[in-house]
C-alpha cells in the first residue's frame, strides 16, 4: 500500500455553520465548500491546509454516524484519512494482514473520492479512512 499523504482530519460537530468561523476567523482558513453525502448522512465542509484538509462533518439524521459518534463521544476528531494510490490494492492488502474493515469495498465519499474505513477494532480506537483521488 502506498500512502501519499495525509489527506483530511474529520471532525463531528452539531452545526457546521457554528463550528466554521473557528477555521476561518480564528485559524484563517478558507472555506471551500459544503456537501452533503446522502449515503452517509452528513454534511460536509472543507478546510484546506497545503495538500491536506479540515472536514467538519454534521449529521443530517439522527441515526446517522455522525449523530451517533457525538451521542458517545461529543464533539471532536472523529477519523484521520490517508490518500492512498489504489484503494482497491490496499484494501485487498489489508484484508490479507487480517486487518478488520468496515469497507470491504470502494465507495464514493465527498468530493467524488473513493473511500473506505477501517474498524477502530483493528486500529487501536482509531477511525482510520483511506481514499483516493483521481
Known amino acids: 500500500m502506498k500512502i501519499l499523504k495525509i489527506d483530511h482530519i474529520g471532525i463531528a460537530v452539531n452545526k457546521v455553520d457554528e463550528r466554521k468561523n473557528f477555521w476561518t476567523d ?3 482558513l478558507s ?8 449515503e452517509q448522512k452528513v454534511l460536509t465542509a472543507f478546510f484546506p491546509i497545503g495538500e491536506s484538509e479540515v472536514e467538519l462533518l454534521e449529521s443530517t439524521a439522527p441515526d446517522g454516524p455522525i449523530a ?30 487480517g486487518i478488520k474493515l468496515i469497507d470491504e469495498k470502494a465507495r464514493i465519499g465527498a468530493g467524488g473520492a473513493r473511500i473506505a474505513f477501517l474498524h477502530p477494532k483493528a486500529t487501536n480506537g482509531i477511525l482510520v479512512e483511506l481514499c483516493e483521488r483521481k
Open 26 to 28: 480564528v485559524m484563517g
Open 31 to 38: 472555506h471551500t465548500g459544503s456537501e452533503v453525502v446522502e
Open 68 to 97: 451517533k459518534y457525538i451521542e458517545k463521544r461529543g464533539e471532536g476528531i472523529q477519523h484521520i484519512a490517508f490518500c492512498v494510490e489504489d484503494i482497491d490494492a490496499a484494501l485487498d492488502e489489508l484484508k490479507a494482514k
